[in-house]
C-alpha cells in the first residue's frame, strides 16, 4: 500500500476545526473564554498530535526533506486545534435563563466582551479598576466564578476594589452610571453600586452630581457574568442576572467513595459510679443530651442558586452500636441544609448489694462528621422551560449513632463464680 503523507490529512483536520469552533454559538455574547483545566486537556491532544504530524511527516518515503508548505503543516495543525479548545468549554448559561441585560455607556467605543460564568456557576467576587485621575471612571473588571474560573475585560491598572459575595448572598438592587463631557462624543462607565440582602458595596467615580444613572433589573438576584465594551477602559457595561426560577431539582447524585469509619468518634456522653452502703438498693445511671445532627449539600454554583433547591439522594446514615459505621440510605428528598438535633438518651439500672457491692458506668455515642464529594444533575424551570445541566459539590453529613452504655463492677474479686455479668447494658 502506498505510503500517505501526514500533511495530507491536516487539510481537512484543519477545516473540521474551524468548522466546529465557528459553528458553535455563543450563549449570550460574542467572547468565548476556556476553563483552563480544558485548555491543559486540549494542548496534551494538540501535543501528541503534533508529534504524530511532525513523526509522519520526516518518515514519509514521498517528502526528501521537511521543506516549503509541508514543514508548516504541524504548526497549521497546532493553531487549528488551539482555536479548537475554545469549543470544548462546558456550555455557558443560556440566553432562555438570564434576564435581559440594560447597558449603560458607549455602544461604539472599545471591543465587545461577554464575561459569563458556566451553567450551574455564579459571581462569587467581582474586581472593578478605576482611573487613578481626578475622575476616576471604571477601566476594567476581573470576574471570580464559583467554579473557579476567572475571565476579565479592560485594564487591569490603578486602583481596584473587590465585591465577594457570601453563602446564599443574593443582589436586591444595582445601579449603573455613565460619564460624558460637554462637547464630546466619548461615553464612559463611571461607577457601579450595588446592594444585597447582607451589604453595600459601590465603587468608582465618587462625586455622582454630573453621572447620569440607570436602575438594573436584578431578577432572582443571582449574578451569573457581565458584558459590555471595552478597550483601555470599560466603554460599556451590563450585569447579567438569572431569571427567577419556578422550581429547581438536583437527581442523580453519586457520591464519591468513602470508607464507614471516615469521620467517626467516639465521645463520652457521663460517667457514673455506685457502691453499696450495707442495705441492697438500685441504682439508676440516665441521662439525656442534645447534639448536632445535619445535612448540608454546597455545589459549585455557590448557596445562593441552592436556595429552594431540592436534593434527591441517598444520604448514608451512622449504624448504633459499638460497631458503628456509614452505610447508605435511601433515596429521599433534602433541602440545601437541614438541620435536625439528636436527642440522646439512656437509663440503665443495677441492683447493689453484698454480692455486687460496686459499679461503674459510662455512657458513650458515636459521633460523625462526613465530607463527600458528589456529581448529579440539575434542573431548572424558568417560564416553563426546563433546562438541565451537570454539577458537583460537597456533602456535609452530622450524625449521632445510639448511645451505648457499658457498666462494669468496682471489685470483680467480690463476686461468686456463678454470678453471670455481661457488664454491659445497651439503651
Known amino acids: 500500500m502506498e505510503r500517505r503523507s501526514a500533511a495530507a490529512f491536516v487539510g481537512p483536520l484543519t477545516f473540521l476545526a474551524l468548522t466546529t469552533l465557528f459553528a458553535l454559538p455563543t450563549p449570550c455574547g460574542e467572547l468565548r473564554s476556556v476553563h483552563p483545566a480544558t485548555s491543559v486537556f486540549a494542548l496534551s491532544l494538540l501535543g501528541s498530535f503534533s508529534c504524530i504530524c511532525w513523526g509522519a511527516l520526516q518518515d514519509s518515503s514521498s517528502l526528501p526533506s521537511i521543506t516549503g508548505s509541508a514543514s508548516l503543516s504541524p504548526v497549521v495543525a497546532l493553531f487549528a486545534l488551539s482555536l479548537f479548545t475554545g469549543a470544548a468549554r462546558a456550555a455557558p448559561w443560556s440566553a432562555d435563563v438570564c434576564a435581559t441585560p440594560v447597558a449603560v455607556g458607549s455602544s461604539s467605543g472599545g471591543n465587545p466582551f461577554t464575561i ?11 474586581r ?30 490603578d486602583q481596584f476594589s473587590d465585591l465577594i459575595f457570601g453563602d446564599g448572598e443574593l443582589v436586591t438592587s444595582m445601579t449603573l452610571w455613565k460619564i460624558g463631557w460637554p462637547g464630546n462624543s466619548t461615553v464612559r462607565v463611571a461607577r457601579i453600586d450595588v446592594s444585597t440582602d447582607s451589604q453595600t458595596w459601590g465603587y468608582g467615580v465618587d462625586n455622582t452630581g454630573q453621572l447620569s444613572a440607570t436602575a438594573v433589573d436584578v431578577a432572582s ?44 468518634t467516639l465521645v463520652t456522653l457521663r460517667e457514673g459510679t455506685a457502691t453499696w452502703n450495707g442495705t441492697d438498693y438500685s441504682w439508676t445511671f440516665s441521662g439525656s443530651e442534645t447534639r448536632e445532627a445535619s445535612t448540608t449539600f454546597t455545589t459549585g454554583s455557590s448557596n445562593s442558586i441552592n436556595m429552594g433547591t431540592t436534593f434527591r439522594a ?50 458513650r455515642v458515636w459521633e460523625g462528621r462526613l465530607n463527600v464529594g458528589w456529581t448529579g444533575i440539575q434542573t431548572i424551570v424558568v417560564d416553563g422551560r426546563v433546562w438541565s445541566y451537570p454539577v458537583s459539590g460537597i456533602m ?18 467480690s ?3 456463678d454470678n453471670v455479668w455481661d457488664g454491659f447494658w445497651e439503651t
Open 415 to 417: 463476686l461468686p463464680a
Open 221 to 264: 438576584g443571582v449574578l451569573v457574568g457581565f458584558q459590555g465594551r471595552a478597550g483601555d477602559d470599560l466603554d460599556q457595561l451590563a450585569a447579567i442576572f438569572l431569571k427567577k426560577t419556578s422550581s429547581s431539582t438536583v437527581d442523580n447524585i453519586v457520591f464519591e467513595r468513602f470508607g464507614p469509619q471516615d469521620g467517626l
Open 314 to 363: 441517598a444520604v448514608p446514615f451512622l449504624e448504633s452500636g459499638i460497631s458503628a459505621g456509614w452505610t447508605g440510605g435511601a433515596t429521599e428528598s433534602h433541602e440545601s441544609h437541614s438541620n435536625n438535633e439528636a436527642n440522646l438518651g439512656w437509663s440503665v439500672t443495677i441492683s447493689l448489694s453484698s454480692t455486687n457491692p460496686g459499679v461503674s458506668c459510662v455512657a
Open 128 to 157: 472593578f479598576y478605576r482611573n487613578n485621575g481626578q475622575v476616576g471612571y471604571l477601566r476594567g473588571l476581573v470576574v471570580f466564578f464559583s467554579d473557579g474560573l476567572q475571565m476579565r475585560a479592560g485594564v487591569r491598572k
Open 396 to 413: 456535609t453529613r452530622v450524625a449521632c449513632g445510639k448511645v451505648d452504655t457499658d457498666c462494669r463492677p468496682l471489685f470483680s474479686s
Open 116 to 126: 459569563l460564568g458556566e451553567a450551574g456557576s455564579t459571581v462569587s467576587k467581582v
